[in-house]
């Protein structure tokens, strides 16, 4: 404990410092996402309910460090896991610092590491929750996250391979949770396809994603996740800009869902996302 302690007091006081060292003002992305569905690293997370997101992400004044707060709203009643659905309203926690590496090199690398602390705040982080037994404390998990993208490996404009580490655990002992615990292994490939938009006959980017997870035992809600490769996302998504630093972002996305111990019964998903943002 007095590690972890020491360890949280030097980064406090390091990021302090470059804060005080800071001449940017502050910046950052507000705005709602709705999903027709929220499937979360191959998880059906509300299962076939839709689900709204509202964010905020800041660039803390420019030193790289930034601050992501995005919640999680499942739309509907009725009951889940046994209790009401809008128990499960998630809310995470994201600190996080950015940079680049090897500029103008093949190999330019531009990574971000971060915490993220996932709250449900309906559900008590310390008090006996009402789960079936055997009764535990809390869900709310958290994780240490590495993400590493390659704009320059391929020799393509626009195409850009990306491969992301998560260590994901359980934030309490006895948890409700406890198999949560594990590693992931994230590689994605996106492409920015530069064509003409129908709508308004101007040029376009359409942004072309596509991931797939080797999950290496976590089970966010206490699943018996095999080590295996278990989802496949594939999906496209565009910018338009509103005006007023406004920009309106509509996707499609279809998963492949490839082991059974998501819970998905291997089934193949396609869910609709929209999105309003505003930069200032």
Known sequence: MKKWILLVVFVLLGWTGCLLAATDELHGV??????SKYLWR???VYGSRPTIHPFVDLDLFGTGFGLNVTGHIPQGSGTFHGLGVQQFQRWDYLLYYH???FADQPYQTMYMVGYRYFN???LSSHDTTPFPPP???????QEMLGAFSFPK???VEGLVPTYVL??????NSCSAVANASGFAHIFMLDYGWRTTCPITDKEQVLNLHSEIVWNDGV???GQNVDHDWTNLVLGASTDYDLGNNVTFTPGLFHQISMDKSLGNDNKSDTWLSLMLKYKF
């Open 219 to 221: 089970g966010p809600a």
């Open 166 to 171: 998560v260590k994901l655990w359980p934030s």
């Open 120 to 122: 449900f705040p309906k």
């Open 30 to 35: 507000t705005g709602v996402e709705w999903s």
């Open 99 to 101: 940079n680049m590496l």
């Open 42 to 44: 191959g998880f059906e």
């Open 153 to 155: 490996l391929l020799g």
């Open 135 to 141: 009764r535990a404390n809390g869900v709310d998990l």
